[in-house]
C-alpha cells in the first residue's frame, strides 16, 4: 500500500484515540487514557516525522519506532476492553484499526530494509 495510504489511516486512527480519550475523561479515567492518547498519537507523529528522514536508516528508525507506539497502543486497548471502559464492538473496532497499522508498518520497514544499498 502506498505511504499516503499509511499517513491517512495513523491520522484517523488519532482522531479516533483523541475522541476514545475524551470519552475516557468523561468517565473520570486518566491513567490510561493519557497513556493511550500518547502512543495512540504518536503512531501517525512518527510515521509524519519518517518523512524528512536523514537517510534511510533514521527512516525505518522513525518506522520502528511508530511500530512501537502501535503496538503499546493495541496493549492499552485490551486493557480497556478487560476492564469494561471500551465495549467488545468499540474494541474491535479500534483493534482492527491499530492491526492494519502494524502490518503496513512492517511490510514499509521490511521494504524500506531490502531497499538500503
Known amino acids: 500500500m502506498p505511504e499516503h495510504k499509511l499517513r491517512a489511516l495513523s491520522m484517523d486512527f488519532a482522531v479516533s484515540i483523541i475522541n476514545l ?11 490510561i487514557s493519557n497513556q493511550i492518547g500518547r502512543s495512540g498519537t504518536s503512531i501517525g507523529a512518527n510515521i509524519r516525522e519518517a518523512q524528512y528522514a536523514h537517510g534511510k536508516a533514521d527512516f525505518i528508525s522513525k518506522l520502528h519506532i511508530a511500530l512501537k507506539e502501535a503496538n503499546e497502543t493495541g496493549y492499552w486497548l485490551e486493557l480497556l476492553h478487560k476492564t469494561n471502559y471500551i465495549s467488545e464492538e468499540e474494541y474491535k473496532s479500534l483493534d ?19 531497499n538500503i544499498i
Open 21 to 31: 480519550v475524551k470519552q475516557l475523561k468523561e468517565k473520570r479515567e486518566t491513567i
Open 96 to 114: 482492527a484499526s491499530c492491526t492494519t497499522i502494524r502490518v503496513m508498518l512492517i511490510s514499509s520497514i521490511n521494504t524500506a530494509k531490502r
